[in-house]
C-alpha cells in the first residue's frame, strides 16, 4: 500500500489488491535487521523472508478489499509496500487479478514527474 496515496489522487484505502496478491509479493528486500525487527512478529512469515500470508492477504492488511482497508503496520511495512504505486505495473497485475478496474487509475508518470 503506497505511502503517498492522495485519494484525489486514486484512493489505495477502497482497493488493498496488492496486499492481497500473492504470498510472494510482500517479501523483504533492502530492509535492515532492525526494520524487520520493528515489525510485529505476528505479522512475519516464519522463514522471516516477508509478510505472513494467510486466507490469501496480507496479516497486516485490516478491512474488507475492495471497500476500505489499510495497512496495519504501515509505519514499518517493507520496502516493497513503498514501492507500489497506483497505476504502476504491479498495481495493475494485481487489480486485474481480482478483477478491478484499471482503466481509471493515474498514468504510471504521475509519480516520478
Ligand atoms: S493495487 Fe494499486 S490501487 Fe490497489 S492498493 Fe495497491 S497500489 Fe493502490
Ligand atoms: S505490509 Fe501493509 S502494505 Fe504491505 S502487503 Fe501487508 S498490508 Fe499491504
Same mark, same amino acid.
Given at each position: 500500500?503506497?505511502?503517498?496515496?492522495?485519494?484525489?489522487? #486514486?484512493?489505495?484505502?477502497?482497493?488493498?489488491?496488492?496486499?492481497?496478491?500473492?504470498?510472494?509479493?510482500?517479501?523483504?528486500?533492502?530492509?535492515?535487521?532492525e526494520q524487520?525487527?520493528? +515489525?510485529?512478529?505476528? #505479522?512475519?512469515?516464519?522463514?522471516?523472508?516477508?509478510m505472513?500470508?494467510?486466507?490469501?492477504?496480507?496479516?497486516? $492488511?485490516?478491512?474488507?478489499?475492495?471497500?476500505?482497508?489499510?495497512?496495519?503496520?504501515?509505519? /514499518?511495512?517493507?520496502? /516493497?509496500?513503498?514501492?507500489?504505486?497506483?497505476?504502476?505495473?504491479?498495481?495493475? +497485475?494485481?487489480?486485474?487479478?481480482?478483477?478491478?478496474?484499471?482503466?481509471? $487509475?493515474?498514468?504510471?508518470? +504521475?509519480?516520478?514527474?
Amino acid at each position: 500500500m503506497p505511502e503517498t496515496s492522495p485519494p484525489e489522487i #486514486f484512493d489505495c484505502q477502497s482497493c488493498g489488491a496488492c496486499c492481497a496478491y500473492s504470498e510472494d509479493w510482500p517479501r523483504f528486500s533492502l530492509e535492515t535487521d532492525e526494520q524487520i525487527a520493528a +515489525i510485529p512478529a505476528k #505479522f512475519v512469515a516464519a522463514n522471516e523472508c516477508g509478510m505472513k500470508f494467510e486466507n490469501g492477504r496480507c496479516t497486516a $492488511l485490516t478491512g474488507e478489499i475492495g471497500k476500505h482497508v489499510g495497512c496495519g503496520v504501515y509505519a /514499518v511495512r517493507p520496502q /516493497v509496500c513503498r514501492d507500489c504505486m497506483p497505476g504502476d505495473p504491479e498495481c495493475r +497485475i494485481a487489480r486485474e487479478a481480482l478483477g478491478f478496474p484499471v482503466n481509471d $487509475l493515474p498514468d504510471e508518470e +504521475i509519480w516520478w514527474n
